[in-house]
């Protein structure tokens, strides 16, 4: 009997493959070349339909292959496939291979895909794909599929406050000009945001207007996707202490003699927050570089070998939103650590993970 494998691809509209443009057709044969040439088929036996606009079947070998085509590869996008695909599964009342196929599958979305228990191919090469007979695993192709220039995001430096504030408050339906006042950002700004994150499934609207997150998981994971936390100044040093817990103490002890606004984030602030795992770094957001000239008074040297210390210089002060002490520290909120950790060395995923299993469970009633 035929097995049937579910494939979703995700457009490559606006996507430039090998530096040209690729129509959905040209995408749906390079899926095609790269399952035969795993599958070891013969590309002259592979089986293509004829309207590539419609959910179509197309045969490889012994298996047989539904296609959806998507425009975006993102992790919203993701998480709206594989729920798509689950509910036609449980719809049709059958056991199909669920497999997502994008131009370049990211870190993030290969998160997803493995929480969602879902195989994945890009047209780049990659692949994680298991199934009855059949497993393919492979890694470190390069992504083919740059875009020239920079798209716009709702996760830029400003932008983000938006995320932020709903994700410190998810079960909390709120109205532009809430998230606006909140977020100190003006109203126009917000409303061009807030429709990004709508488009893209991220949020929903009530009847009254106000929004809100349906999931939270995914809205973080698009964030931490689009995230690049070495964008920010980063000031990399040396304290001679006996132990990070001293610098991190020594450290805020001093900034707060001389009223400068400051908050932990990164492995120290997940530690202080978590009591796991021990870290090496300590990182503090400061809110001016005119601050660092009084780190010297407590044996700061820049360096970068051997750094124990970051001063981080954020390119938006919203990273300071929904600061709190811990332990006497002020700490950046845990969603903030959350993301910020993704650019931390050490244990920093593990440390990620535990903050995401305490403290970001996302009562409704929040």
């Known amino acids: 009997m035929t097995k049937l494998y579910y494939l979703t691809f995700l457009s490559t509209i606006g996507i430039k493959f090998s530096m040209q443009p690729v129509s959905e057709e040209e995408a749906l044969k390079k899926t095609a070349d790269l399952l035969a040439d795993w ?4 590309k002259a036996k592979v089986r293509l339909p004829r309207n590539y606009a419609e959910h179509k079947t197309f045969g490889i070998g012994n298996h047989a292959f539904v296609i959806q085509f998507k425009a975006t590869s993102s992790s919203a996008q993701l998480y709206s496939i594989v729920r798509s695909l689950k509910e036609r599964k449980i719809r049709q009342n059958k056991n199909p291979i669920l497999i997502i196929a994008v131009p370049f599958m990211g870190e993030a979305g290969i998160d997803i895909c493995r929480k969602e228990g879902v195989s994945w191919l890009d047209l780049s090469g990659n692949a994680d794909i298991s199934a009855p007979g059949l497993r ?8 083919l599929f740059k875009s020239a ?23 909390r339906p709120m109205s532009q000009r809430e ?5 100190k950002i003006d109203e126009g700004f917000t409303s ?20 809100r ?10 964030w931490r996707e689009a995230y690049h936390f070495q964008k920010n100044l980063i000031i990399k040093g040396h304290m001679a202490e006996r132990s990070s817990d001293q610098v991190l103490r020594k450290l805020s002890v001093l900034f707060k003699k001389n009223e400068v606004r400051h908050a932990a984030t990164g492995l120290s602030a997940a530690w202080l927050y978590t009591r796991f795992a021990g870290f090496r ?5 400061l809110d001016s570089f005119d601050s660092l000239d009084i780190l010297t008074s407590v044996g700061f040297r820049q360096e970068q070998p051997g750094a124990n210390v970051w001063i981080v210089i954020p390119k938006d002060e ?3 939103q929904g600061s709190k002490e811990v332990e006497g520290i002020p700490c950046v909120h845990p969603v903030q650590v959350y993301i910020d950790l993704s650019g931390h060395p050490e244990r920093a995923k593990e440390a990620a993970d535990q903050i995401r299993h305490e403290l970001l469970k996302w009562n409704q009633n929040a």
């Not at 061009?192 to 929004?211: F, M, S």
């Open 318 to 320: 919203g990273v300071f």
């Open 213 to 222: 997150v349906p999931n939270p998981d995914f809205l973080l994971d698009a």
């Open 192 to 211: 061009r945001i807030v429709a990004h994150l709508e488009a893209d499934g991220l949020i929903t609207r009530k009847n009254d207007g106000r929004v």
């Open 149 to 171: 220039g920079r798209p716009s995001s709702p996760f830029a430096p400003k932008s983000a406050r938006i995320a932020r504030l709903l994700l410190m408050h998810p079960g």
């Open 39 to 42: 599958l070891k088929v013969s």
């Open 281 to 285: 770094t300590v990182t503090f957001y």
């Open 136 to 143: 393919i695993l492979i890694k470190g192709q390069p992504n």
């Open 179 to 183: 998230i606006a006042t909140e977020s």
